[in-house]
């Protein structure tokens, strides 16, 4: 990184140079780490101005609605890749030749079972639990399995960590699904495609072969690529810090699936259908829309707005094409599909959602398709921490395999100043 400077000139203090370094795309950023020496700090809620750390895996530009994945764009790798191809990508840098790419499906395959003792965690919850619920619970025990391979600092125990949670993730998905609609847990199957795989371990049973329909499975592949990384958001940053405390790679997965759960986040996916099912017409998109606006209303239209993308979420362009696809091909007038079109052609005019630059994101459209391929809404967040697992591994592995500090935030303090204890017979 080059090296320029900032002057911060404090009143009553020696002005500040601060070194400016400058990316291979985006911002520059402000070094801004000597300022505790000084007796300062930045003050950034929400980190909206903050780069937390250097990172070559994904860049993003806001302003021109572009996502890269090590230099590939999304629009290419969901059109021209598929996921374990952009899991390659992402974990060591560059494409894999076809024999590194078949070494490495081929591993995925040989570590998609769980350990059978695993199925009884499951037993521990309520047939009715929430599936993401169900994950946290299950991904965090799985460090009680893999004793062999927690030590962080050795490369090979973060690679075979690497491969056990890409691999498992779609098993455990599906055995969150079959548990909750009381059906057998399928065991994967190594002559299919990782997305044919899961479709299988969802919806098949020991009573028949599993039908798996090509466009289906193509559909999820392509939901997988587009929800695979994101840079710094909410939950890859919480598997960072948790990452930076040494925390088992296990442990820090389930600390950015809890994170993932949020409606202003991973759970919009979610939110977004709960939201058309209320909208439940076309005549009532007018007052959700106004509600939407009223700042003394909490209601927010979901699958809208982006805290980067101020033009377009370029995965929502490719899944608003696919999702239009996958219901041609399987012949589905969904009506929640054409609410959800309208309720964007009339948010997309409204000065409102243009002033402040509020697009479809990438769960607006993501839902409508997983529900027109049968998966349970309660499930759709389930699918989006699959997906993101190889970032946040990708995240985890860059932080820990480069020299990195326990992440550790400081604070605005304006609570009371020091004052004496008041014995209890003594408080009014
Ligand atoms: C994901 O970070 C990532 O990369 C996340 C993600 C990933 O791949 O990891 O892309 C996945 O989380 C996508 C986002 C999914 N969330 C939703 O669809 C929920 C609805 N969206 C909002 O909650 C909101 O847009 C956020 C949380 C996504 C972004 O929030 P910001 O950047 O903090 O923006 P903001 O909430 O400050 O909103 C700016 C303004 C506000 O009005 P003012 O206070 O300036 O007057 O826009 C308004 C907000 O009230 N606003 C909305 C709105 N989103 C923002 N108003 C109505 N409906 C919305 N959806």
Same mark, same amino acid.
């Given at each position: 990184?080059?090296?320029?400077?900032?002057? $911060?000139?404090?009143?009553?203090?020696?002005?500040?140079?601060?070194? +400016?370094?400058?990316?291979?795309?985006?911002?520059?950023?402000? !070094?801004?780490?000597? @300022?505790?020496?000084?007796?300062?700090?930045?003050?950034?809620?929400?980190?909206?101005?903050?780069?937390?750390?250097?990172?070559?895996?994904?860049?993003?530009?806001?302003?021109?609605?572009?996502?890269?994945?090590?230099? #590939?764009?999304?629009?290419?790798?969901?059109?021209?890749?598929?996921? @374990?191809?952009?899991? #390659?990508? &992402?974990?060591?840098?560059?494409?894999?030749? =076809?024999? *590194?790419?078949?070494?490495?499906?081929?591993?995925?395959?040989?570590?998609?079972?769980?350990?059978?003792? &695993?199925?009884f965690?499951?037993?521990?919850?309520?047939?009715?639990?929430h599936?993401?619920?169900?994950?946290?619970?299950?991904?965090? %025990?799985?460090?009680?399995?893999?004793? !062999?391979?927690?030590?962080?600092?050795?490369?090979?125990?973060?690679?075979?960590?690497?491969?056990?949670?890409?691999?498992k993730?779609?098993? +455990?998905?599906?055995?969150?699904?079959?548990?909750?609609v009381?059906?057998?847990?399928m065991?994967?199957?190594?002559?299919?495609n990782? =997305?044919?795989?899961?479709?299988?371990?969802?919806?098949?049973?020991?009573?028949?072969?599993?039908?798996?329909?090509?466009?289906?499975?193509?559909?999820?592949?392509?939901?997988?690529?587009?929800?695979?990384? *994101?840079?710094?958001?909410?939950?890859?940053?919480?598997?960072?810090?948790?990452?930076?405390?040494?925390?088992?790679?296990?442990?820090?997965?389930?600390?950015?699936?809890?994170?993932?759960?949020?409606?202003?986040?991973? /759970?919009?996916?979610?939110?977004?259908?709960?939201?058309?099912?209320?909208?439940?017409?076309?005549?009532?998109?007018?007052?959700?829309?106004?509600?939407?606006?009223?700042?003394? !209303?909490?209601?927010? &239209?979901?699958?809208? /707005?982006?805290?980067?993308y101020?033009?377009?979420?370029?995965?929502?362009?490719?899944?608003?094409?696919?999702?239009?696809?996958?219901?041609k091909?399987?012949?589905?007038?969904?009506?929640?599909?054409?609410?959800?079109?309208? $309720?964007?052609? +009339? =948010?997309?005019?409204?000065?409102?959602?243009?002033?402040?630059?509020?697009?479809?994101?990438?769960?607006?459209?993501? /839902?409508?398709?997983?529900? %027109?391929?049968?998966?349970?809404?309660?499930?759709?967040?389930?699918?989006?921490? @699959?997906?993101?697992?190889v970032?946040?591994?990708?995240?985890?592995?860059?932080?820990?395999?480069?020299?990195?500090?326990?992440?550790?935030?400081?604070? @605005?303090?304006?609570?009371?100043?020091?004052?004496?204890?008041?014995?209890?017979?003594?408080?009014?």
């Open positions: 990184m080059t090296e320029k400077h900032a002057t $911060l000139k404090i009143e009553g203090k020696d002005d500040l140079s601060l070194p +400016i370094y400058s990316p291979t795309l985006g911002q520059n950023v402000v !070094d801004v780490s000597s @300022l505790t020496g000084k007796g300062m700090f930045t003050f950034d809620p929400g980190f909206t101005s903050t780069a937390s750390c250097e990172s070559k895996i994904t860049f993003i530009d806001g302003a021109k609605g572009q996502l890269l994945h090590r230099g #590939y764009s999304i629009e290419e790798l969901a059109g021209k890749s598929d996921y @374990l191809e952009v899991c #390659y990508l &992402l974990l060591f840098g560059e494409l894999p030749s =076809a024999a *590194h790419k078949e070494d490495f499906v081929s591993t995925v395959k040989n570590h998609t079972m769980v350990h059978e003792q &695993l199925q965690f499951y037993r521990g919850f309520r047939r009715d639990a599936p993401m619920a169900v994950m946290c619970g299950v991904v965090g %025990a799985l460090s009680a399995f893999y004793h !062999d391979s927690l030590d962080i600092n050795n490369p090979q125990h973060r690679e075979i960590t690497a491969f056990r949670l890409i691999a993730m779609p098993t +455990i998905a599906a055995m969150c699904y079959k548990y909750t009381g059906q057998p847990f065991y994967p199957r190594n002559d299919l990782y =997305a044919e795989n899961f479709l299988h371990m969802m919806f098949g049973t020991p009573c028949e072969e599993s039908k798996i329909s090509p466009t289906v499975a193509k559909a999820m592949d392509q939901i997988f690529i587009l929800h695979a990384d *994101h840079e710094q958001n909410a939950s890859t940053s919480t598997v960072r810090l948790a990452g930076s405390s040494g925390a088992n790679p296990f442990a820090c997965i389930a600390a950015g699936i809890s994170a993932l759960w949020g409606p202003a986040h991973g /759970g919009a996916n979610e939110a977004v259908l709960n939201m058309l099912d209320e909208i439940g017409d076309i005549s009532n998109i007018e007052t959700y829309i106004a509600k939407a606006k009223d700042k003394s !209303d909490p209601f927010k &239209l979901m699958g809208f /707005g982006h805290r980067v101020k033009n377009h979420d370029p995965r929502a362009t490719v899944m608003r094409e696919s999702c239009h696809e996958v219901l091909e399987l012949g589905i007038q969904n009506p929640k599909l054409e609410l959800a079109m309208k $309720l964007e052609e +009339i =948010a997309l005019s409204d000065p409102y959602f243009i002033e402040k630059k509020l697009f479809p994101n990438v769960d607006f459209y993501s /839902g409508i398709i997983l529900s %027109a391929i049968g998966i349970p809404t309660s499930m759709f967040t389930v699918i989006f921490a @699959l997906s993101r697992t970032g946040w591994v990708a995240h985890w592995n860059e932080m820990i395999s480069n020299p990195y500090k326990i992440g550790r935030p400081r604070q @605005l303090y304006t609570g009371y100043p020091e004052r004496a204890f008041t014995p209890v017979d003594k408080r009014d």
